[in-house]
């Protein structure tokens, strides 16, 4: 597709239990970005790959986030053991190369914990 | 501490009027900064990006500056229309934070009435 794709678009999940969220970036962008959003506010930064390598993590809220892109294209955001507060739009992002190129954000993951 | 602010109240204007939008920042040392659209249930789509030594940038009926000195961007759309309707967040790159991914401001909701 042309876009960044992330599936699921919503997931309900109770407390305790795991969850993986889906980001397909734009074929060729090197960079990939995931952001955590409340409501009302603005995106949150969690964690930053380039290409396989995961060069920022220092977002992620607790050591029940954690991220993977091992082919460097498709990217994985699991959360173990969920708590209500991590319930939050779950966007991903992906630019050409690095922070100084436009990022190209999906429409996100509603995540609601239970 | 490091903070963007843009305002947290709905702007209000009539169609064909000027809207205009602030992002003020302290504690950082931007490179460069951007503005991004958001509709509801979708993510943030790029709109324009000013560099630190750029005073001014335009394209079409959007116009950004960036004052350093200031601490502060403004986010002009002339002519506006109803479907300018959304929230617009500002963000930047902070080269003093070595931080990679982009941090926002919560956003401001504009409303253009027809």
């Known amino acids: 597709g042309a876009g960044v794709s992330q599936s699921p678009r919503y997931k309900v999940a109770k407390r305790g239990q795991d969850v993986a969220l889906r980001c397909d970036p734009i074929s060729g962008h090197v960079s990939l970005f995931w952001y955590q959003q409340a409501l009302g506010q603005g995106p949150e930064f969690l964690t930053y790959?380039?290409?396989?390598?995961?060069?920022?993590k220092s977002g992620l809220p607790s050591d029940r986030f954690f991220a993977e892109r091992p082919e460097g294209s498709v990217s994985t955001l699991k959360i173990q053991r969920t708590q209500q507060e991590d319930s939050a739009v779950y966007l991903c992002a992906s630019s050409l190369q690095g922070r100084r190129q436009p990022q190209h954000f999906g429409d996100g993951t509603r995540l609601s914990i239970l | 501490s490091q903070k963007i602010e843009q305002n947290s109240e709905a702007l209000n204007i009539q169609e064909g009027k000027t809207a205009t939008l602030t992002c003020n920042y302290t504690?950082?040392?931007?490179?460069?900064l951007q503005w991004y659209r958001q509709d509801p249930g979708r993510g943030p789509v790029f709109l324009l990006l000013i560099r630190e030594n750029e005073k001014e940038k335009r394209k079409e009926r959007l116009k950004v500056t960036f004052d350093t000195t200031l601490k502060q961007s403004l986010f002009h759309i002339t002519a506006s229309q109803p479907a300018d309707s959304a929230t617009y967040l500002c963000a930047l790159v902070a080269m003093d934070t070595g931080r990679r991914a982009l941090t926002f401001g919560s956003g401001t909701r504009l409303q253009v009435q027809p």
């Open positions: 790959f380039q290409n396989e390598a995961q060069l920022d």
């Open positions: 504690n950082y040392s931007p490179a460069y």
